[in-house]
Each structure stands twice: as C-alpha cells, then as structure tokens.
C-alpha cells in the first residue's frame, strides 16, 4: 500500500475562520457535559462491550462492501464480527464467534 505524504499548508485563520472556530468550540463546551453523561449511561449498560467507533468517507465505501461480503461468505452476522475475526486473525489469537 502506498502512502502518499502531503504538505501542510499553514497560515493565520481569517477573522470569519476564527469566529467560526470560536463558536464551534462554545457549542461543544456546552454539550459536553450532557455528552459525557450519556457516554456514562452508556458504558454501565455495555459493561462487557469496548466500542470501536470508526468514521469513513463516501470514497472508502468501497471498504464497507469488502466488509459487507467477506461477513456474507464466512457466515458472519454483523460488520462488528468481521472486525473481530480481522483483528483475531491480526493479533494471532483466538476470539470465539458470537
């Protein structure tokens, strides 16, 4: 796999950037902590669970249908336990299907 190693581009953020930046910052400082009680709630009730949350771009859809069908042909009920069978296989360790 190649990677393709890219230039920053660095300048001062215009005065419309700042304020937007400053106003992105205020609403997340606001919901945090209504986010973090959630977070909590969360975690109590999937005590035995780790979340991997992963977030990808409309171009790496294609990652999602590789995904989709290696679960269709191994029997695998989920996108979560393919990536446990992935990162079994990775790790060289056992993890028993769910």
Known sequence: ????????IIRPATPEERDRHQRIREQIKRE??????????AAAEQKDRIAIGTV????????????????????????SAVVREALAKLLGIHIARQ
Do not use: C, G, I, K
């Open 56 to 79: 990808l771009s409309a171009e790496e859809t294609n990652v999602l249908d590789a995904v989709d069908e290696y679960a269709a042909t191994h029997a695998l009920h989920s996108r």
């Open 32 to 41: 945090f902590p209504e986010l973090q009680q959630w977070a909590r709630q």
């Open 1 to 8: 796999m190649t990677r393709e190693v890219r230039r920053r």
